[in-house]
């Protein structure tokens, strides 16, 4: 019986073969379709050879395709936003590992809390514990100081020290926070009135020896503390004849005061150089001591002056009690001096002698350990002149009297190259620089702290409550303060402008 074969699937020579379908993306290349390996029927099955494979035309190139770099490596980056870079950014991804110290704000790069606590960085990141604040009024410096290293430093067991020189209300701006820790604000009134630190306390000592204390922490003594205020009032230096004057009497002085079991004042000491014994000058010879008597007139006008009329009620008498039983008993020691005038020498000496009167007592009890800070918000006050020379070298023993000093300065390009604010900002190991209008303030801050370049506009467009933080050698990064409620009501500064603030 014959056989029949369906016409339709029956291959003939007339009918090519089918060509496989090209793919989207092979058309959108210009690619051939790829290649069968179904060999043709008619064919047979020997044919073999560079006849039996399909030639492939050059693709064509896309211009479009070309230039977003489908064909060849680009050796230039791609574009992308910061939110899906910030993956890649694994330094600053990483957390920190620290939990101990005093918490100051949030890190606004990587998200985190830092910690500005100059007792818990020393020694990893840190050589000293002084910190420094710059920044225009209004930016934040203050709620800082009383938040990061004030409040939370008392939480912390230490013991803090405000030299308040900025009035509020009627009193300083630090009085709410006294009166919210129940602790007293010693405040100082010229012409008498008010609380007295004497110049000539025994607790300064004359010749650095503390019981107590620990060897090396030698503070300034009387004679220097002297001689600094004596060179600020006659505005000049003294010489060595007036120097030596200066010396004779002071030992002469307490000498007697001591024998009396008394404190001697300074008016006692400018009655002794203007009017001396006969046996005062014997002590440089037959030669010299008879004229030795005659050296001592102009310093002691000066003394006398600041006695009466400059200095009244203020260094001139013993020390109040109270200044004394705030150091020992309480955590927080608030000196309110904002009813002295800012023209003249009597806030920057009271400053200075507070600072050596307390350097003095706690060298006398360096063996305790203790930690201190002190807060100084006008530090150009304290900056100046020979006084300031002392408050200085002072700070030079922070490490050894445990006492961490904490300033706050406003444009450091009108302070000379030769002042010791300077210094006081050089030193600081921890520096918080807020925000900053002059262009000549952002360029001197970047170029004592050798800041990036391009910090300058980075300062000069913060807000308030940010700052630019530099630890040590640290990398600057990014600060915003935080402030919990409480806080908030009990470091604001603006109640005079807007009223207070509700609790």
């Excluded at 000066?302 to 009244?312: C, E, Q, S």
Aim: hydrophobic share 40%.
């Amino acid at each position: 019986m014959a056989t029949t074969t369906n016409p339709t699937h029956a291959p003939t020579a007339a009918t090519p073969p089918r060509r496989p379908r090209r793919s989207l993306v092979r058309r959108v290349l210009g690619l051939p379709a790829p290649a069968t390996t179904r060999a043709h029927p008619g064919a047979g099955a020997s044919q073999s050879g560079p006849a039996a494979l399909a030639r492939r035309a050059a693709p064509k190139r896309r211009r479009w395709l070309d230039k977003l770099g489908w064909y060849e490596h680009r050796a230039e980056g791609a574009w992308t936003t910061t939110r899906q870079a910030e993956a890649l950014n694994l330094a600053t991804s990483r957390r920190s590992v620290r939990q101990e110290g005093v918490a100051a704000g949030l890190n606004k790069i990587s998200q985190e809390l830092e910690i500005l606590d100059p007792f818990s960085l020393y020694g990893e990141e840190i050589s000293g514990i002084n910190v420094c604040l710059i920044g225009d009024i209004g930016k934040g410096k203050s709620s800082l100081i009383k938040s990061a290293f004030c409040i939370r430093q008392l939480i912390a067991g230490r013991q803090v020290v405000i030299l308040d020189r900025k009035p509020q209300s009627g009193a300083g701006e630090y009085t709410p926070i006294a009166r919210a820790m129940d602790a007293a604000s010693i405040r100082f009134k010229t012409g008498g009135g008010g609380a007295c630190v004497n110049l000539l306390d025994p607790a300064i000592s004359t010749g650095g020896e503390h019981r107590g204390g620990l060897d090396g922490v030698v503070p300034a003594g009387q004679e220097a503390l002297v001689l600094a205020v004596l060179e600020d009032s006659m505005s000049r230096s003294l010489d060595e004849r007036e120097k030596a004057a200066v010396g004779m009497a002071l030992e002469m002085v307490n000498t007697d005061a001591r024998a009396e079991h008394r404190a001697p004042v300074i008016r006692e000491l400018a009655m002794r150089l203007l009017d001396p014994r006969d046996a005062d000058g014997t002590v440089l010879g037959k030669r010299w001591g008879a004229r030795a008597l005659e050296w001592g007139q102009e310093p002691g006008l000066a003394l006398l002056r600041l006695a009466d009329r400059d200095l009244k009620g203020l260094v001139d008498q013993a020390t109040s009690p109270d200044i004394r039983d705030a150091l020992e008993h309480n955590s927080l020691v608030h000196f309110d001096l904002s009813a002295l005038p800012t023209d003249g020498p009597a806030l920057r000496i009271v400053m200075t002698v507070i600072n050596t009167w307390l350097a003095n007592r706690l060298a006398a009890r360096s063996s305790r350990f203790q930690q201190t800070v002190l807060i100084v918000e006008e530090g150009w006050h304290v900056a100046q002149g020979s006084t300031g020379e002392v408050f200085q070298a002072n700070m030079k023993l922070s490490r050894g009297l445990g006492m961490g000093t904490v300033s706050a300065f406003h444009h450091i390009s009108d302070l000379p190259e030769t002042s010791p604010a300077r210094s006081l900002m050089q030193e600081a190991s921890i520096v918080v620089l807020f925000g900053q209008d002059r262009e000549d303030d952002v360029r001197e801050t970047c170029r004592m702290y050798r800041l990036p370049a391009g910090t300058e506009e980075a300062l000069m467009r913060l807000g308030r409550g940010q700052a630019l933080v530099k630890i040590g050698n640290r990398d600057p990064f990014l600060l915003e303060h935080i402030r919990s409620p409480h806080e908030i009501v009990l470091t604001d500064t603006d109640t005079a402008v807007k009223g207070p603030v509700a609790p």
